[in-house]
């Protein structure tokens, strides 16, 4: 497959300098700089799905008129919570 350019990105001296303090031994800051749109590209790509399946409960609740209560919901994340803690041996 062929590859393709991502536009120069103008920043201050400032964090070129940061960027560059932060690689790893062998990292070029293009590699940084891919790595970074890669991650960015894959993080808004989970974020709109989370987006559209919230919506898609939304809109299946509001056609079924089957809906469940903030308390109801709250409780059982909180019974969740609670059990999740026991088994890490964590309170509070």
């Known amino acids: ?3 393709a350019a991502i536009p120069a990105v103008r920043v201050s001296p ?12 062998g ?3 293009s590699g940084f ?11 808004r790509q989970a974020q ?3 987006l559209e399946r919230g919506l ?9 008129g089957k809906y469940v209560s903030s ?3 709250l409780g059982k994340l909180a019974r ?9 041996g964590v309170t509070g």
């Open 33 to 43: 700089v891919e790595e970074a749109v890669r991650r960015n590209v894959e993080f």
């Open 27 to 29: 990292e070029t800051l």
């Open 48 to 50: 709109k799905a989370f």
């Open 14 to 25: 400032e964090l070129r300098q940061a960027a560059e303090d932060l690689l790893q031994a």
């Open 1 to 3: 497959m062929k590859t």
């Open 80 to 88: 969740r919570l609670e059990r999740a803690r026991k088994g890490l």
């Open 56 to 64: 898609a409960s939304g809109e299946a609740s509001r056609k079924s």
């Open 71 to 73: 308390a109801a919901m």
